[in-house]
C-alpha cells in the first residue's frame, strides 16, 4: 500500500511539473521548431507518466489506449527534438507527421486488438512497442553524437547534453524493464523506483529550463546571418589580444586561401589541428571573436559566399546551380538551398536572376 501510494503521489507531481513546463514553454518558444516540440516532448511526456505499467498482465482498458498511444509516439516527438535542439536550420516535414502517427497507431491497435483479444499476447505486444521506442531513441542519441560538437557556446551545448542524455537513459531504462515484466513486489518496487527517477529526472530538467534564456537553448533563425555578408572579416570585440588576432587572422587565411571549408566532413577538431591550436580555443576565437554559434553555419556562410560570387559571374551563367553547390563544399542541393535562402532571402536560381537583371 506504501509503494502504490508513493508511486501515484510520484506521478501526479510529475505530470504536474510537466505541464507547468509544457505551459512555460508555450509562453516562451512557441514560435520556433525546437520549440514547439519541445512542449510536445512534455505533454507526451505526462501521458507517459499516467499510463505506464511495469509487470502488468493485465488487458488495457478502453480509456487507457489513447493515452498509451500518445506515450508511445512521443519517442518520435524525442528524435525530432534532438534534431532541432542540434540543428538551427532543421524543419519539420509532412513526413514527420505521417511518422507520428504511424507509430501512435501502432501502438493504439496492440492496445486495442492484439491486448485486449488475448491476455496472453501481452508480452509480445510489449516487446514490440519497447523494441521500437529503443529504435527511435537510438537514432535521437545518434544525431546528438554527430551533432553536438558543432555547437559553438559551451554551456548551451552541456544544458542540450544533458537533456538528451537524460531522457535517453531513462526511455532505454524503462523500455527494457516493461519488456523484463516484473511480477508481484518486484513489479510494485520496479513501478515505484521509475516513478522516482522520472520524477527526478523531470524535476532537474525543469530547473535547468526555467532558468534558461530562448538564446541558451532555442535558436529562432540561422546563427550570424547578420553577417552573412562580411563573413571573411572578423568581428571586432573588445579586449582582443594581439596572440588572439594573429589566431584569427590565420583562421581566415586558412578559409580564404585553402578554401577547407570545401573538404568532405571537416571537423573542428581538423581545423583545430591545422591550425596547431587547442579545439577548446578555436571554439571560443570563432564564437567570442567571429560572432557564429554554431561551427556548421560558420562553414556553410563562406560556402555561400563562394557560390553567391559564382551565381553573379556571367562567365558560370551556364553552369547548373548543383554543380556549384557541390564546388563550395555542400553535399545535396536541397541542404544548399535551404541554407542559401535563410541566408540570402531568396533561392539560388531567384539570386542569379537577379544579377542578371542588374547586369
Known amino acids: ?6 508511486d501515484i503521489a510520484l506521478r501526479a507531481g510529475t505530470v504536474a511539473l510537466l505541464l507547468v513546463l509544457a505551459a512555460s514553454l508555450l509562453r516562451d518558444f512557441r514560435n520556433l521548431v525546437a520549440g514547439r516540440l519541445a ?3 512534455a505533454v507526451g511526456s505526462a501521458a507517459h507518466a499516467v499510463t505506464y ?7 488495457v482498458s478502453i480509456w487507457h489506449a489513447p493515452l498509451i498511444a500518445l506515450s508511445t509516439g512521443n519517442v518520435v516527438i524525442f528524435w525530432l527534438f534532438t534534431r532541432a535542439l542540434f540543428d538551427d536550420a532543421f524543419a519539420l516535414r509532412w513526413w514527420h507527421a505521417l511518422v507520428w502517427a504511424a507509430v501512435a497507431v501502432f501502438s493504439f491497435v496492440n492496445c486495442m486488438w492484439i491486448a485486449l483479444a488475448a491476455a496472453g499476447n501481452l508480452r509480445i505486444s510489449m516487446v514490440a512497442i519497447n523494441l521500437l521506442a529503443l529504435g527511435f531513441i537510438a537514432l535521437a542519441v545518434g544525431q546528438t553524437v554527430a551533432s553536438w560538437s ?13 537533456i538528451v542524455c537524460a531522457a535517453a537513459l531513462y526511455g532505454g531504462m524503462n523500455a527494457i524493464m516493461q519488456m523484463l515484466i516484473f511480477r508481484g513486489e518486484a513489479a510494485a518496487i520496479a513501478n515505484t523506483a521509475n516513478a522516482a527517477v522520472l520524477a527526478g529526472i523531470v524535476a532537474a530538467i525543469s ?3 526555467m532558468h534558461v534564456t530562448a538564446t541558451d537553448l532555442f535558436q529562432a533563425a540561422p546563427d550570424a546571418t547578420a553577417a552573412a555578408d562580411s563573413s571573411s572579416q572578423p568581428i571586432a570585440a573588445q579586449g ?13 587565411r586558412l578559409m580564404a586561401d585553402e578554401r577547407i571549408y570545401r573538404h568532405d566532413n571537416i571537423t573542428i577538431g581538423a581545423l583545430a ?15 567570442q571573436r567571429l560572432g557564429y554559434r554554431n561551427f556548421n553555419v560558420f562553414l556553410n556562410n563562406h560556402r555561400i559566399e563562394e557560390a553567391k560570387a559564382a551565381l553573379a559571374d556571367p562567365s558560370q551563367a551556364e553552369v547548373p546551380v548543383i554543380t556549384i553547390a557541390m564546388d563550395a563544399g555542400f553535399q545535396s542541393l536541397g541542404p544548399f538551398n535551404r541554407a542559401f535562402k535563410a541566408t540570402t532571402g531568396v533561392t539560388p536560381t531567384e539570386y542569379r536572376k537577379l544579377n542578371e537583371a542588374r547586369a
Not at 240 to 252: H, N, W
Not at 275 to 287: A, F, G, T, V
Request: glycine content about 4%; cysteine-free.
Open 150 to 162: 558543432a555547437d559553438l557556446v559551451e554551456g548551451r551545448r552541456r544544458l542540450r547534453i544533458f
Open 39 to 41: 512542449i510536445a516532448f
Open 1 to 6: 500500500m506504501l509503494l502504490a501510494t508513493l
Open 53 to 59: 505499467t511495469i509487470g502488468s498482465t493485465s488487458p
Open 240 to 252: 582582443t589580444s594581439a596572440a588572439d588576432q594573429r589566431l584569427v587572422d590565420a583562421l581566415l
Open 207 to 209: 530547473f535547468a529550463m
Open 273 to 287: 589541428t591545422k591550425l596547431r591550436m587547442p579545439e577548446y580555443k578555436l571554439r571560443r576565437l570563432i564564437n
